[in-house]
């Protein structure tokens, strides 16, 4: 028998402006979830603006009556939302009306299906203020840097090495890497991270789900600006999975990721706890939570608020070290982003408005 796990959020109006959500909706999703008869167990939570839905249950990935359920949390949240007018409710559901697959009408969904082993231990990353390739470097480290995780050199179930899934997120292919033969030319697409997104790891010996990821492009799906899509990830844990303290340790150094003011910035992930994951400096930096449980017959035991440690200070005070040096460059790139990578612009606008002051050199040549 098999046990599913879906993790399933959207940003339906913040409180106050991008920093939160309102108490009022998280507990309007659990009166509607607990309601529900398809679920093992849920649990309610959020990171910056963006309800997260982590839902157990026997249905299989890609369920429509389990995505139907998100839904209509969502739309009911919605009109809580609505009431309260919190900023931009509604803002990631961009379908008019379900039809069976909650992919393509705004909330980012990551669901693994697993025979539960002897014990099953899982994090539950969600980031804010980012977009899904913000989990390629830490996914990276995780599953094949011996640097980061020593388990690849001295745990015989890990030695073989991990597949790793890469979406093309523009041209809408997908590839799989073998880790780690192929990660010099893995690392050509994942150093990229605004088009190619890891969607899913697999242990390359038994062929097991190891990790799986949200990898929607709200602003490509909207075509117009919508608010980067903040992305969740699921990572089973030990015994021949990567140890929990290997999960978290690829925070510990943080690195940039697109996404913070306006979507439109480079900034650093900070590791926080639910409690401090309100970006509020400039919108930011972004931030990732990472939630441990023990599934047990489906049930999640927990959760365990994994970077609520004074040992991640250090990751922390970097991170405010880091976002001191990318505001000092205020409106210059690398911190704002280059001009395709931003979600809103002004650049047409303005361009038009000069274009009758740019001289085209090309023509004025022989003058000058
Ligand atoms: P304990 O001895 O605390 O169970 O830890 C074992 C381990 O492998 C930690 O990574
Ligand atoms: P969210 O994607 O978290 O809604 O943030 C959007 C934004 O514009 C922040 O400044
Ligand atoms: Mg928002
Ligand atoms: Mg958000
Ligand atoms: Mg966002």
Known sequence: KTVTLSVIKADIGG???HSGVHPELLEKAKGILSG???????????VGDDINLILTHELGRNNG?????AWDTFVACTEVAKKLKLYGAGQDLLGDAFSGNIKGLGPGVAEIEVVERKSEPVIVLMADKTEPGAWNLPLYRIFA???NTIGLVIDPNMHGGFNFEVRDLIAHKKIIFSAPEDIYDMLVFIGAPGRYAIKRVFHKANGQIAASSSTQRLNLMAGRYVGKDDPVCIIRCQSGFPAVGEVLEAFARPHLVSGWMRGSHSGPLMPVSVTN???TRFDGPPRVVALGFQLAQGKLIGPQDMFDDPAFDRARALCNEIADYMRSLGPFEPHRLPLDEMEYTTMPLVMSKLKDRFIDL???KTKS
């Not at 529900?36 to 959020?46: A, E, Q």
């Not at 009556?65 to 359920?69: A, C, G, R, V």
């Open 36 to 46: 529900s008869p398809l679920l093992i167990d849920f649990h309610v939570t959020h």
């Open 145 to 147: 840097d011996p640097f």
């Open 15 to 17: 409180f106050v402006g």
């Open 65 to 69: 009556e389990i995505h139907q359920l």
């Open 277 to 279: 994951s309100c970006p």
């Open 362 to 364: 090309r023509l004025s």
